[in-house]
């Protein structure tokens, strides 16, 4: 597959960091690692994910071969199931299995529960999915690859306030990423001239929502009196565990008198597509939530490499996924973009940003900015629809 406007410039010299092994004839493999939630909650990103990388690394090697190079490189995932004990215990794995540069986690409880890990051992983060602003810190090993939960608090303000919505009530799960879009969400409403009550974050245990819901009913009710229905809306900043609480809240009309949306991390939820009492909920409620914007005008590669990841998982990738395979490709050019060896973890992490700016890839360019976090970006809109008897996702719009 052609890559445009790939330009790799290709070294002969030994990488000498740790994780780096000769393969035979001269050959050296770079091993990449992917801490992804293969099996647990936002598993949908985490397959496509994970399929991100292994098409990157095929086409990557296939260059690598054509060129001459004596890179090749190989991925290994370790599942973490968006645990942040799981994410630590990885990238013990991970630093044993002599891996120094890692794609996810996808959450920004785990960059956080292991971020320090990282800066200390000289691992290079790449996530595709976090966004708590708490995390954006200048020469740390995290690079981001979406933008912060303060321009998406901003883009879904703007959606929710300019549809005529003047009352809005936010609820979260307990943790740093998902609590970050709630706050961005709310001090962006408010900004507009929006009142903003919110829900006491849940913790990711809690066996069912009825405490939540009880006190979510009476902020709706009470905000209702205020404003009428129609000025009022939730905002939900969670993951898979979103079809459970709408599960519970369609029993009661209540919950289905406002509008709803929601976070990044429900967004063409798979998990949610998987029960029809909660698609259900969604549809009543026009419940919709962002992703990351792809590029207008998009790369030529885009459609292949999406519809690759779509054949193999079964499951259309979005901007997050899609930026994994930037990732992949932005490591490779680190890689080979050494004059020398080296084992400065400061000189890697320079080149890497370097890189990162210069490339324009599927997802667009990169555009880091001084945090190593994605500093521009659209957001994709999607509500949740049933079309012929079958919910399904329905793109809805795009905040420019």
């Not at 320090?116 to 020469?139: D, E, K, V």
């Not at 690079?143 to 703007?158: H, I, S, T, V």
């Not at 970050?180 to 066996?207: E, N, Y």
């Not at 990169?366 to 399904?392: H, I, P, Q």
Request: one cysteine or more; charged letters at 20%; hydrophobic letters at 40%.
């Amino acid at each position: 597959m052609k890559k445009v406007l790939l330009i790799v410039t290709l070294f002969t010299s030994v990488f000498l960091l740790s994780g780096v092994r000769k393969t035979g004839d001269d050959l050296v493999n770079i091993k990449v690692g992917g801490l992804l939630s293969i099996t647990g909650n936002w598993s949908s990103l985490g397959i496509t994910s994970r399929e991100a990388m292994n098409l990157a690394v095929k086409e990557i090697n296939s260059r690598m071969e054509q060129t001459g190079s004596r890179y090749r490189f190989s991925i290994a995932i370790y599942d973490t199931r968006l645990d942040t004990s799981m994410a630590k215990a990885a990238i013990n794995q991970a630093l044993r299995d002599k891996i120094h540069y890692i794609v996810g986690p996808q959450s920004s409880s785990e960059v956080q529960a292991i971020s320090n890990f990282a800066n200390t051992n000289g691992i290079l983060l790449a996530s595709q999915g976090s966004t708590a602003g708490s995390l954006a810190i200048p020469g740390d090993a995290i690079f981001r690859f979406c933008p912060g939960d303060d321009l998406e608090g901003d883009a879904m303000a703007q959606v929710i306030f300019g549809s005529g919505r003047r009352s809005l009530i936010s609820v979260s799960r307990d943790d740093v990423g998902n609590i970050g879009l709630q706050q961005a969400v709310g001090k962006a409403f408010q900004s507009r001239g929006g009142t903003v009550d919110a829900v006491t974050p849940w913790s990711g245990t809690i066996p069912d929502f009825s405490v939540v819901l009880a006190t979510l009913k009476s902020k709706i009710q009470e905000s209702i009196a205020k404003v009428g229905a129609d000025k009022v809306a939730v905002y939900l900043a969670s993951f898979d565990r979103a079809k459970e609480l709408f599960r519970q809240a369609s029993a009661d009309p209540v919950f289905s008198s406002v509008r709803w949306y929601g976070g990044d991390g429900i967004a063409l939820s798979s998990e949610l597509l998987s029960d029809a009492g909660a698609s259900s909920f969604a549809v009543s409620v026009r419940f919709q939530a962002p992703t990351l914007g792809l590029p207008a005008p998009v790369n030529p590669d885009l459609a292949a490499v999406a519809e690759a990841i779509k054949n193999k998982t079964g499951i259309e990738p979005d901007a997050y996924s899609l930026a994994v395979y930037d990732a992949v490709w932005v490591i490779a050019r680190t890689v080979t973009a050494f004059p020398e060896s080296t084992n400065d973890f400061t000189k890697i992490k320079e080149i890497f940003q370097k890189e990162a700016n210069q490339f324009y890839g599927i997802t667009g360019p990169m555009y880091l900015n001084v945090a190593g976090d994605r500093s521009k970006g659209t957001f994709d809109y999607w509500a949740m629809v049933n079309e012929g008897g079958t919910y399904k996702w329905k793109w809805v719009g795009r905040s420019l």
